[in-house]
């Protein structure tokens, strides 16, 4: 899911080596009083809208602190993620709506940047939670360990899935912002089998500025413990902070 995510050849994730299921990076998350399960009704487009990231900037909403959304049951959603985050026990159904009212929310961008990849690299790593179909008709608990971080100081990106003893397999590369769009390139690929490596293959792309003509994500929602986005391909996906694995 996460490659239709953002049509890339890899999951996001951090430099780092494996660690086993038992020793997997702690969540930053704290207790949210939003906490209610809400089910909505939910549509969305399966492809993402570009031309709507420019209509967004025109009628910014605000989560706690500002102008707010006219959706209802936003801070609620928030709620039902980091619940979700936590136990990964809330239903699938719940997760969907929750996914679509943040989406439909608009909440103002400004922030996000900074919020995703911190303000010194190597920046910040967030694990992939669940993901779902750009409709939101159908989604699921991530079942591998992938974890992304982001590096808004030095504009890079660092994916990677771990597979415990087995292994890991991590992609590095370049990134760029514009309004709530991260585009990124893939210039490089780890890879770890058992006790061996790391090996790194260079995929001998030429240096530039990602665009959208790259794979990208459209972020809907970031704050300290969880972020949500759309990829290239049309899905959509939600993620909670984690510590990075060394």
């Not at 780092?16 to 906490?35: M, N």
């Not at 996914?99 to 990849?117: C, H, N, Q, R, Y």
């Not at 994916?159 to 769009?181: A, D, H, M, Q």
Request: charged share 20%; with cysteine; hydrophobic share 40%.
């Amino acid at each position: 899911m996460a490659t239709a995510l953002a049509s890339s050849p890899g999951l996001p994730l951090l430099r780092s080596r494996f660690r086993s299921p038992s020793s997997l990076p702690t969540l930053h998350l704290r207790s949210s009083p939003y906490h209610r399960n809400r089910h909505r009704s939910f549509s969305a487009s399966a492809s993402p809208d570009l031309g709507a990231v420019d209509e967004d900037q025109k009628t910014p909403a605000t989560i706690g602190g500002g102008m707010v959304s006219p959706a209802m049951g936003v801070e609620e959603s928030i709620g039902v993620l980091k619940s979700a985050a936590k136990t990964r026990r809330t239903p699938a159904a719940e997760v969907l709506s929750a996914l679509d009212a943040i989406k439909k929310a608009k909440v103002d961008p400004s922030g996000f940047f900074e919020t995703l990849g911190g303000t010194e690299s190597p920046g910040r790593t967030w694990m992939l939670v669940f993901t779902a179909e750009g409709r939101l008709n159908k989604g699921r608990y991530f079942p591998l360990t992938a974890v992304q971080r982001f590096d808004a100081a030095g504009k890079r990106i660092e994916n990677g899935v771990y597979l415990g003893p087995l292994g890991c397999l991590t992609f590095e590369g370049n990134l760029s912002w514009n309004k709530r769009i991260l585009a990124f390139i893939f210039e490089s690929i780890n890879i770890k089998i058992g006790p061996f490596g790391p090996l790194r293959v260079s995929l001998g792309r030429e240096e530039r500025e990602p665009s959208t003509k790259d794979p990208f994500f459209i972020w809907f929602y970031a704050d300290e413990e969880i972020a949500v986005a759309q990829g290239r391909g049309g899905g959509i996906a939600f993620w909670c902070r984690c510590q990075r694995v060394v």
